[in-house]
DNA sequence: GCAGTTTGTTGCCTATAGCCAACTGTTGCT
DNA sequence: AGCAACAGTTGGCTATAGGCAACAAACTGC
């Protein structure tokens, strides 16, 4: 799309290095977050518990349609999930060709862990910034992550808000 | 676990918030990026040319090392992004039992084209802050990214700083 | 009630990632 | 020269992820 960025004054370079920056370092612990329950789910397998945490039960096309994964894959990774506790597979009484797929009491403690993980290191780190600028990051950051969902095109996160 | 937040005199609360909610931003930018080029490299293979870039060509075991997985593991996938033209492979004339494994031309292209994807969709997020807020965000994640550089124990990303 | 459509599932296939154990070369040391 | 230690590779295995195509079951309309 290559529209000329002269729409800023000052230009937006440094402020993208900043962020890009920045974006390592979340980025980097959100994958040590993630790390520390490897032993239990995949990167794939995680991506469906924290689709199902999102928006809730759903049934099974558009839970793989969320995924951008065929049918097909996406049972046999619920199945997966059903196996080790994690994911609950009912059948309602209405529509019985349909299938509700929901987290159980464990699957939500897995992403529970994950994100309190991802919350302690994400703590240590913003314990470092001087109190006094405290204040001004979270202004910064919440226009920052508004201005994210506002730039939310359609689909924006494709299923990738981990 | 309801801990008592005082402990922090402004507490941090508010501002692990701010972060964590920016970040799911950023990590989902970076996932898209990272899917662009899925048809390319999987995200294991990505984050071998990862580290060969920041580190520089290397040995098996020092890369291995770095990603924290096997010494045959390292071997085949390096044989596969050989195989793709992606990485070199070649073993020096002083100690013939090491290999040197540095990125193609290629290699280093489908790092810059995945970092240049990600650039461009946090300018497009920059791009509808505020233009008087900017300069804040700026200072505010700086001061971010510094303190996580400072909070870096060791291996602080291990081998993650994609 | 029968035909057609929707919704998942299963068979069959490929490729990747990951490990351990065994092996091949090389180098270095005695 | 000979042997031990080192650096990678390979064999053999498991599990996951992913797709396509064929299928079964259930619902909907006529």
């Known amino acids: ?3 000329a960025p002269r729409s800023t004054p000052l230009d937006v370079e440094p402020l993208v290095d900043s962020v890009l920056h920045a974006s390592r370092a979340l980025v980097a612990v959100a994958a ?3 790390a520390a329950v490897a ?3 995949t990167l794939p397998q995680y991506r469906v518990l924290v689709v199902l945490a999102a928006r809730g039960p759903q049934g099974l096309a558009p839970l793989a349609a969320a ?25 309602p009484s209405r529509d019985r060709r349909q299938v509700r797929l929901a987290l159980t009491e464990a699957g939500r403690a897995v992403v529970a862990q994950v994100t309190a993980l991802r ?15 405290r204040a001004q990051v979270v202004d910064a950051l919440s226009a920052f992550a508004e201005a994210a969902g506002e730039s939310a095109d359609r689909d924006w996160t494709a299923g990738w808000e981990l």
Chains 1, 2 share one sequence.
Do not use: F
Not at 69 to 90: D, E, F, H, N, Y
Not at 119 to 131: L, S
């Open 1 to 3: 799309m290559l529209v």
């Open 32 to 34: 040590r977050s993630l």
């Open 39 to 41: 032993d239990e789910v």
């Open 67 to 91: 995924l951008g994964v065929s049918p097909s894959t996406a049972t046999r990774m619920c199945g997966r999930l059903v196996r080790k506790g994690l994911v609950q597979r009912r059948t």
């Open 119 to 133: 919350r302690g290191e994400i703590a240590r780190i913003v314990a470092a910034v001087p109190p006094e600028r």
